[in-house]
């Protein structure tokens, strides 16, 4: 049985209070035990030496820079919040991540790998991250109420920053989700609401409570993946990033793709006209608008009278 500190508890409990997620908790205490695992004591009798040279051993260790910002952000909440050391907290620094653009696959990629799908309930989940550009704890979460076939809409609640936000439900998809609905295995369910049923609930004996996990379904996209040849090292997050690319070359409005998306800033979803190959392929270069006009230039000496 583990042991909670009443450090540790505290910072739990001050976490609770401000609305962290599990996961956003989760990160904070992984990364204050891995400083008092440095420390070889507790992080509340840390000194501003300490915290540097903490910094500079996650930097000497090759630690990347996505995760010594994570451990910091933890940190700096242990000292700025529940052992209320500002003075500690101000000797936290962040470092800029290197900008990458997302990657994506292909339409036809995308059509080989929704024509592999394993399974009805593979193709249809991702059809639903492609086509509706959801987040994997998003189409893992959705519910029977949340499919409104009526407006022709998903509602997704919740989801990243705690935002509601609304996306299209295509003719294609309702079809796929109302042949998974007459297969769906529908064990355990008899007393709860059917708007409250989960459409993709674990297929665990007894668990049927739960719905699948994220990483249950990264495993079949990975599978899929495989079985479509793409070599590309891709995650399933690249379906949301194809969504969103793929939209945009279609010319569809990029504020519409930040609703879709549920970004705060534009800038977020702007992201994605670095690697919409599509339109960039089309831009005409300024060397071949050189070479236009010479050939229209060395066109009119020709055509001139003599």
Not at 35 to 57: C, G, N, V
Not at 59 to 80: H, K, P
Not at 235 to 264: C, K, M, N, W, Y
Request: with cysteine.
């Amino acid at each position: 049985m583990t042991t909670v500190t009443p450090l540790r508890q505290r910072m739990i409990e001050d976490m609770t209070a401000r609305q962290l997620g599990p996961q956003s908790q989760r990160s904070h205490i992984q990364s204050c035990r891995q400083f008092a695992a440095f420390l070889k004591r507790s992080p509340d009798t840390a000194t501003a030496e300490d915290i540097r040279r903490f910094q500079l051993y996650l930097a000497e260790t090759g630690t990347s820079i996505c995760t010594r910002n994570r451990i910091m952000t933890g940190l700096r909440f242990l000292f700025r919040v529940t052992v209320r050391r500002l003075d500690l907290a101000t000797e936290i620094f962040h470092l800029r991540e290197p900008q990458r653009i997302p990657q994506v696959i292909s339409q036809d990629e995308a059509r080989r790998l929704l024509a592999v799908a394993g399974s009805l309930r593979t193709r249809v989940l991702l059809s639903l991250s492609y086509g509706c550009g959801l987040r994997a704890s998003e189409v893992v979460r959705l519910k029977v109420k949340h499919i409104d076939s009526a407006q022709k809409i998903i509602r997704i609640e919740q989801g990243k920053g705690r935002k509601d936000r609304n996306v299209m439900l295509s003719p294609e998809t309702i079809d796929l989700l109302r042949q998974w609905w007459k297969v769906r295995p529908s064990r355990e369910e008899a007393g709860s609401p059917v708007g409250e049923r989960w459409l993709f609930p674990s297929r665990k004996s007894g668990d049927a409570s739960r719905p699948i996990t994220t990483r249950q379904l990264s495993r079949l996209f990975h599978e899929a993946t495989d079985a479509a040849g793409i070599r590309k090292k891709v995650s399933l997050h690249a379906l949301r990033h194809s969504f969103a690319t793929h939209l945009l070359e279609r010319g569809t409005d990029i504020r519409i793709i930040q609703a879709l998306l549920g970004h705060a800033k534009l800038d977020a979803t702007a992201r994605y006209t670095r690697v919409a190959t599509g339109m960039i392929a089309a831009i005409e270069s300024p060397l071949d608008m050189l070479s236009q006009s010479r050939k229209r230039a060395k066109k009119s000496r020709k055509d001139a009278p003599a």
